[in-house]
């Protein structure tokens, strides 16, 4: 880690809830550095690295205030929580409230009155940091569902900015935000924004829909108008990766040398499938190994010849939905291996850590298939960056329907997660499917993901924040 640097005011600031590293304590109890988990952080470090500027986030610990400091390329502006903070705003509004809510309520949204005080604070203590390191005029970036209110706070602080904000996960339909008894406090905090940007067409509909229908407001395709007179535009931005990065990667020789090793670590089996994911409820994962445990009881999989490999990043830990998920994984894994496997074969090689990028692409190089079956996701960038290591153009890829990047992925074997036969059938033709079939599928996905990647589309929602007319 670089070292520290006075604050110095910047033209481009994105803000997020977590900053791209994490504050951790090793074995030793000493204080260790680690990539931040998840898609966001994934998809806004390469833009970050070209654009320079500032991101204000926490750090992952609690009741520890830090100064600024370079990295990367850029500066890093922590934003300290308390402990309760950490457990009212973060693991109670933002993953208890929130998340639930926008992912189809998958798992039941809690409703309690404290997360909500304290979601409004910390939203009010980031717009304060943001400003704080924003130069007259400049550009600021809000991220994701944790920091709804932070553009309209910001707005009220400094009227000289430009304020975008991106949703990470997808924006629900009308009839599920209303159950939301601060809907109105959210709508108008991102309506604080010149540009808001949504993974989907379908989400940036759902919020205007609701602005319309909620505040009054007139709207007309993708622009809202203000009482002040003042336009906020909503839009769908797909994002995406740095695919070349992901590309140069896999194609190294220590990764392709480790791709083999890994394949032989696992038996040499005829076909690797592969799922990776941070452990979530939302990630369709007890669906998609209860679906690969029939075939493999069925017979149709055959242990000795297949293998699953299913990585998942610990996530969340201290929600009660995710220890349950934790529990039930831990099980349902154990079942399977316990009634099917053989000595040194189980069916499925089950770790629940997070790994390096190196080994990542060394898992998506092995892997035969790859399995992505949420049962909501704003994108999923695992799909991408599966696609992205497949230069040979073979490897198959199963795909939710109910991802976002089923709207761009067309080519993948689709599946309805809910649909444990679909499920099962889409499985067995992904690994039974002719090579031609599969190259012309993966030379479609590659093709896709590498006209769209992460610079195409931070470029497009930036020109488009640009062009807001100022409102100086
Ligand atoms: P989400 O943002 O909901 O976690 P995404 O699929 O969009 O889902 O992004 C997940 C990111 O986390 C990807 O960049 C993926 O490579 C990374 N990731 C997932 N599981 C692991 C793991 N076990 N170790 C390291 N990285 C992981
Ligand atoms: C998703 C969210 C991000 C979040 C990430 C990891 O990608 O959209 O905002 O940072 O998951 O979750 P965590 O709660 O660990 O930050």
């Given at each position: 880690m670089a070292e520290q640097t006075a604050l110095e005011p910047v033209d481009f600031v994105v803000v997020a809830n977590r900053l791209p590293v994490d504050r951790k304590s090793d074995a030793d109890g000493n204080s260790v550095w680690r990539t931040s988990p998840g898609g966001l952080v994934t998809a806004l470090e390469p833009v970050m690295q070209e654009h320079h500027g500032a991101w204000v986030g926490w750090h992952g610990a609690t009741d520890e205030p830090l100064d600024p400091f370079e990295y990367s390329g850029y500066q890093l502006v922590p934003v300290p929580l308390s402990a309760q903070e950490v457990e009212e705003?973060?693991?109670?509004?933002?993953?208890?409230?929130l998340w639930p809510l926008y992912h189809d309520v998958v798992a039941k949204p809690e409703y309690h009155r404290e997360w909500w005080d304290s979601y409004v604070e910390v939203n009010q203590r980031f717009a304060e940091a943001a400003a704080a390191v924003a130069a007259h005029g400049a550009t600021v970036w809000v991220q994701d569902?944790?920091?709804?209110l932070v553009p309209q706070m910001l707005r009220a602080l400094r009227e000289d900015l430009r304020i975008g904000f991106f949703l990470h996960i997808p924006f629900p339909p009308v009839e599920l935000f209303q159950?939301?008894?601060w809907r109105r406090q959210i709508i108008e905090g991102l309506l604080g924004a010149d540009l808001i940007g949504f993974q989907t067409a379908g989400g940036a509909q759902n919020f205007t829909r609701i602005a319309r229908q909620r505040l009054r407001l007139d709207t007309h395709r993708e622009s809202i108008t203000l009482p002040s007179g003042r336009t906020c535009r909503a839009a769908a931005y797909p994002i995406s990766i740095d695919a070349r990065g992901f590309e140069t990667l896999a194609q190294s020789q220590p990764i392709q040398q480790r791709a083999r090793e890994l394949r032989h670590e696992l038996g040499d089996p005829e076909v690797i499938f592969l799922g990776v994911d941070r452990?979530?409820?939302?990630?369709?994962i007890y669906h998609r190994l209860r679906a690969y445990g029939e075939l493999v009881a069925e017979g149709v999989v055959d242990p000795a010849k297949c293998a699953f490999l299913q990585v998942a990043t610990p996530s969340r830990e201290r929600v009660d939905e995710y220890k349950r998920l934790r529990d039930e994984i831990d099980m349902l894994v154990g079942r399977i291996n316990g009634d099917f496997g053989g000595i040194g074969r189980p069916p499925i090689t089950y770790m629940h850590m997070s790994f390096p990028r190196e080994e990542m692409a060394a898992m998506y190089t092995a892997a035969d298939v790859c399995v992505v079956t949420p049962l909501r996701d704003g994108m999923n960038l695992v799909c991408k960056e599966y696609i992205a290591c497949r230069s040979n153009n073979d490897g198959a890829l199963i795909l939710s329907e109910f991802a976002g990047a089923a709207g761009e992925l067309r080519?993948?074997?689709?599946?309805?997660?809910?649909?444990v036969n679909g499920m099962k059938q889409g499985m067995v033709l992904a690994m039974n499917d002719t090579v031609q079939n599969k190259r012309r599928r993966m030379r479609a996905l590659r093709r896709q993901v590498f006209t769209h990647d992460i610079d195409t589309w931070a470029d497009s929602f930036l020109k488009d924040l640009a062009n807001v007319p100022s409102n100086e």
């Open positions: 705003y973060y693991e109670g509004f933002s993953n208890g409230t569902y944790q920091l709804q159950q939301l008894p452990l979530d409820y939302t990630k369709g080519q993948a074997y689709m599946i309805n997660p809910y649909d």
